[in-house]
């Protein structure tokens, strides 16, 4: 746990996926980027999908960031894409002495199954009627993002999963972000906007006198894509996600700030410095 501003701040991994190699480092050779993380036979390298979990205890709020991939998955479909799920994050809100039903707010950084997945699951059978997991609380998601969702291009169609959110928004739990320049939802807290990876990704900001922090999503997923020209294959617009990093690099040195990974398996957190011109991790947040 770290403490930002109003916040304590926990990082936990719902599970795991595999992805192909080359599709999540873009244009780096792969002489390169396996030297970061180590492909399986397949040609794939393990991404956790993490939850960051962020509680106020004065203001009673408890904010979850992304939810993983969940349990929605036909066992032909989670081996496709080597998909695990667990408990974790249920076992850290019991540890909390909290459930469920407890959550306050859940921010949908984007759409895309690997991060939308783990708010609803089947009620009853496989395919079945789909029940929602915090059904108290309100789902952020910015209003162009999900238009974006519903009408996506050919290519990272197959990212957006409809049984993911459509029922959420049927029962009024999606609370919609809008325009470029959108106000924070609550105190301590504000957004930041990326529009590389996919349109309108929101990123929570949690505001710290000394050490903001930003949960990079899929601007930054991992720390091998802390390089700006490391950008991932799925990234509709790579440079724009390129010009977003190397903003965001400028104020870890700047504003001190940390940063906070999706996909990591290893590490929930860090603290960037630049190095000769290049990013470099200077401590590790005990996330
Ligand atoms: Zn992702």
Known sequence: MIRAGRFQVYSVINGHIWLDGGAMFGVVPKVLWQK???????????????????????ARRVILVDSGAGSKWAPKDARRYGISHCNALAELLSSLGLTDMEVTDVVITHLHFDHAGGMTFWKNEPGGEIEVRFPNARHWVHARHLEHARNPTLRDKASFMPRDYEELDKRGLLQYVTGDEPAGPFEGMRWLLSKGHT?????????????????????????????????????????????????????????????????????????????????????????
Request: aromatic fraction near 8%.
């Open 199 to 287: 349109p309108y990704q929101l990123l929570p900001w949690f505001e710290d006198d000394e050490r903001p922090l930003l949960f990079a999503g899929d601007m930054i997923p991992q720390i091998p894509h802390l390089s700006p020209t490391w950008g991932m294959g799925y990234d509709l617009y790579p440079v724009t996600t390129l010009e977003e990093k190397r903003r965001v690099l400028r104020m870890c040195v700047e504003n001190h700030l940390r940063l906070a990974f999706s996909h990591d398996p290893e590490v929930g957190g860090a603290e960037v410095e630049m190095v000769a011109g290049r990013p470099v991790v200077s401590r590790v947040l005990d996330l």
């Open 36 to 58: 970061q993380a180590v492909p399986d036979k397949l040609n794939r390298i393990q991404l956790a999908m993490r939850t960051l979990v962020a509680i106020d205890d004065d």
